[in-house]
């Protein structure tokens, strides 16, 4: 029989246990949304990388929502991986087809990987749902332009002008698509159009000056590149172009300041350094010229032009042994360069070398070549060349650019800093058991083995071992081995003990590495370390393919490791498989590696 107590007991358990249930889902209700509050305060500081830590936890408990997708697809773009962000902008788009801002990213994400016609057709998608946003106009018709259907873009263009007659950048563009045409007077209406409405666009400004520069209109060109310089103080190429319209106004001194400026905004411009270098000839400064040409070279080493100027140079200033030797260079590849073999002869008989002297003199003349040698002609007005017109005749002229390209800024809520440090090509290190256990700020992953974890249930907490990515700090194995000779965690210890050895007999030692992993691989096939620490020594001994196929195996066994994603990358890129490299690097970055992205940026380019 139950009692009354009783009964009231069975009701209170009842309500508790209804009520914890209740609560559970709210609970992991309010982690989500906790996570998604200071995933965006992470992005709202730039702080990508943390960011993107909070939306994979986000992610992992609810694949369905559409915005930790989104959110993280956004880190990924500031972050320069726009494979990462393209794939995440589709996931969430999959959850959420009617999201504007999702189709606008990705189609950002397309433009810089050049696919237009998939950003066009986001483009499309996106303007069914806001007819009315300027920025998606504004976008698609540089796509068309990038694309060279300028038609297409003046037609978009045109809509716009009747939209937002306002708008001065809808002008500038339609002057873009004019001179692509070749329509110089229709281009010059609408650059003036989009002055008169806004005046204070230097790169509008900078467009004007480009279509006098072409029109040989050096004084007008000038007058308006200052306007340009005045509103982009810091661009360096408005100083190397309005150093050749000074150039071309005989106002050599402008032109050297100007050459000067680019370099002090831009100190590895190339056409900074190469024309500078002949000014500064012209001029008499031999010896700046000179280092000029020095710091082209080292861009450059095979550029024959200006190593021929450098050979002038160096003659002229006293070192004719260095100047045969760059002399020599160039007339190697143009044998029948009789300037230079002229100047050669000369700085041999200097040296009193008069046998390769009349061998130089009796080339020349067996030619009958009737010309003035001896003196570096000056410079003079309109004497130019394209930077890819390799004519050895004109190493007097100065160089310009192939093409005057226009800066194009897509409209976009997506600005911000990307990472731009530098990192070197080293590939992340073995994973190795170690007496300490691995931090990071960062990442949340945590290693973990089954034998590993068992032989630490044997042993005091002092000696338990860890399983980190860098250095161990055990050197003997023997305190953990005792008579288990056969375990797939003492094949590990020896093979890690092993590679910690410095020894001058690097292909044993290598070879030693790769005969104990794979005999603890042989112990514990479903070990993912081991196959990453096996992959990395297989790329030791350059042994790529191999190398790949057991990250491969690693990625299958654990998903999640970042590392063997990172050093997959980095083999696929010397493999020169770049877009399997940036996918794997992207996939690094995702989990923690935020060296990752610097490598990214080095596979797109």
Known sequence: MISHSDGWGRRLCGILLFTLFALLPLRAQYNTERLMMIGRSALYYEDYVLSMQYFNQVIAAKPYLYEPWYLRAVAKYYLDDYVGSESDCSEALGKNPFVVGIYELRGLCRIQQKRYDEAISDYNQALRYAPESVNLWHNRALCRIQKKDYDGALADL?????????????????????????????????????????AYNGNVWAQRAVISLAREQWKEGEGYLDKAVH??????????????????????????????????????????????????????DDNRAITDFDFVLKMEPDNLMALYNRALLLEQTGNPRAAIRDYSKVIEQYPNFWTGLHQRAQCYRKLGMTRQAELDEFRILKAQIDKRFGKQPRLSKQQMRKRSDEDIEKYNQLAVADEQESVHEYQSEYRGRVQNRRVGMDYQPMYVLSTRPQQSSVRRYMAYDRQVDSLNRTLPADRHLYIVCGESTITDPAPWLKNDSASAVECWLRAICQ??????????????????????????????????????????????????????????????????????????????????AVSDLSKAGELGLYTAYSLIKRARK
């Not at 002008?171 to 873009?176: I, P, T």
């Not at 990453?532 to 998903?559: F, G, N, S």
């Open 158 to 198: 045109d809509t716009m002008a009747v939209r937002w007659s306002r708008h001065a950048s809808v002008y500038a563009m339609k002057a873009e698509a004019y001179l692509q045409k070749t329509d110089t007077t229709a281009a010059i209406e609408a650059l003036d159009k989009s002055l008169e409405l806004d």
């Open 231 to 284: 509103l982009l103080p810091k661009n360096a190429n408005l100083y190397i172009n309005r150093a050749l319209a000074r150039f071309n106004q005989s106002n050599l001194r402008g032109a050297m300041a100007d050459y000067d400026m680019a370099l002090d905004y831009d100190p590895n411009n190339f056409l900074g350094h190469y024309n500078r270098g002949l000014l500064r000839a012209q001029v008499g």
């Open 499 to 580: 590679a910690q050895q410095e020894s001058e007999n690097v292909p044993l030692r290598t070879a030693n590495l790769l005969d104990n992993l794979t005999r603890a691989i042989a112990l514990a096939p479903a070990n993912p370390y081991l196959y990453y620490d096996r992959a990395y020594a297989y790329v030791q001994c350059l042994e790529m393919d191999k190398a790949v196929a057991d990250y491969t195996r690693a990625i299958e066994l654990d998903p999640n490791l970042p590392e063997a994603y990172y050093n997959r990358g980095l083999v696929y890129m010397a493999q020169k498989r770049y877009d399997a």
